[in-house]
């Protein structure tokens, strides 16, 4: 069965304070894994796509980075308007890309 | 372009009504989806479509009636309310899942109280 795990649930950090989250996913087949932001009251946001191991990605001060078994989102030097909730989800080729899993979400405070 | 609209933004049930949560996109997308948002345990994917008149149950289908008679609209229709019901629910369309661009986009939600 596909899944998705988050961690930290909950993550605060300083202004400037670098971190990472954690995406562990266990998939048959990986056809891509998604990150996503959600501010409070809004719909998730897109944020990077990552189709194979070794790949990375950068925004801003974000950054993506897939394993065989995780993702990392890296944040660096953030700022409180970095404050959302992390989304990550991924795709699998068992249901041709038709299904997206979503885990539950890591909340990110950056306080000034 | 609008992108993914949904409607209406908050809504109140009694247990036993009927209702439909509305959404549409003008991004001409094939794929469409349905999710539902609880706290502590992510988005679930409720029915989708990858076209008009196609369409498959998610994760968590029961109680939930979706149809699509048109690219552009794709209505999610509780028969007969219950508490369990209780969600914020997401509207998203992307152009083709396995394509190139397999982004999806998400409406706004619909938050859903039912008594």
């Known amino acids: 069965e596909d899944q998705v795990t988050q961690s930290p649930e909950a993550l605060r950090l300083q202004e400037g304070e670098s971190s990472s989250l954690n995406c562990s996913y266990t998939?048959?087949?990986?056809?891509?894994l998604f990150w996503y932001r959600q501010d409070p009251g809004k719909g998730p946001e897109f944020l990077f796509t990552?189709?194979?191991a070794g790949e990375e990605k950068e925004k801003e001060r974000l950054k993506a980075t897939l394993t065989k078994k995780e993702s990392f989102l890296h944040i660096t030097a953030p700022k409180p308007e970095d404050s959302a909730t992390y989304l990550c989800a991924v795709q699998s080729e068992n249901t041709g890309g038709f299904k997206t899993i979503f885990g539950a979400g890591t909340r990110l405070f950056v306080k000034a | 372009n609008a992108g993914v609209t949904q409607t209406p933004k908050f809504q109140v049930l009694k247990t036993g009504q009927s209702m439909t949560l509305q959404c549409a996109q003008d991004m001409n997308h094939e794929y469409m989806s349905w999710y539902r948002q609880d706290p502590g345990m992510g988005l679930r994917l409720i029915h989708y479509s990858v076209g008009a008149g196609i369409t498959d149950q998610g994760e968590v289908p029961n109680g939930y009636n979706v149809s699509r008679s048109t690219t552009e609209d794709f209505p999610l229709r509780l028969l007969s309310a219950a508490p369990s019901q209780t969600s914020v629910y997401f509207c998203a369309s992307s152009y083709y899942p396995g394509g190139s661009q397999e982004t999806q986009y998400f409406g706004p939600g619909t938050r859903l109280l039912v008594l």
């Open positions: 998939v048959s087949g990986l056809r891509g």
């Open positions: 990552l189709y194979s």
